[in-house]
């Protein structure tokens, strides 16, 4: 049995487990030795235990941010914006260790087409996390990578109906909407 085997079955374990943070241990551990080579679900693999790393992160802080909205809770403001900021932080450096952990064991070695398309939109999508909460230099330095990301990632050569390719234009169009505020970009990158 190889050490990748044992790898992959430790993170789906961790999967079941809802332990999330153990299930990106594994598989980075998978990404420093095969790098792109990774197979198509093992890369689905690296989808879910990222996405579920951040999520609740993600969702913690659109609710905190709803709440502070509310004005009976107004003479709550301070605690609940440090509350938050703690959350953002924890947020931004999940984001950032799969940025690195992409950067570092996946596109600084040989890769291209598909897996490249995949993990550079990656890129794209997870400084666009960041984004969601990053405030003044920080925010436009993270749209910044984020749109280099993604236009990289467009410049791939893919068939129309890849799901990759599916994937990058609607997370694309999301960013342009979003993170950009170029709505007429938006729809016309999800037409």
């Known amino acids: 049995m190889s050490n990748v085997e044992e790898y992959i079955f430790l993170a789906r374990v961790a999967e079941q487990a809802e332990r999330f943070e153990d299930m990106v241990d594994q598989l980075e551990h998978v990404l420093a030795e095969k790098g792109a080579d ?12 990222f996405k579920n790393l951040i999520s609740s992160k993600r969702a913690a802080c659109r609710t905190i941010a709803a709440i502070e909205q509310n004005p009976k809770y107004a003479k709550f403001s ?7 900021n703690g959350i953002e932080q924890k947020l931004q450096d999940d984001c950032q260790r799969i940025i690195d952990m992409i950067n570092n064991k996946v596109l600084s070695k040989a890769c291209d087409g598909e897996p490249k398309a995949f993990f550079v939109k990656m890129v794209g999508d997870y400084y666009r996390y960041i984004a969601e909460n990053a405030k003044g230099d920080n925010l436009e330095k993270v749209k910044q990578a984020a749109l280099a990301a993604y236009n990289e990632a467009n410049a791939i050569t893919l068939p129309p109906c890849n799901p990759i390719k599916l994937g990058l234009a609607l997370n694309f169009s999301v960013f342009h909407y979003e993170a950009m505020k170029h709505h007429k970009a938006a729809c016309d990158l999800a037409d």
Request: glycine share 6%.
């Open 38 to 49: 990774v197979t198509s679900d093992e890369r689905n693999l690296l989808s879910v235990a």
């Open 78 to 84: 301070d605690a609940l914006a440090g509350y938050k």
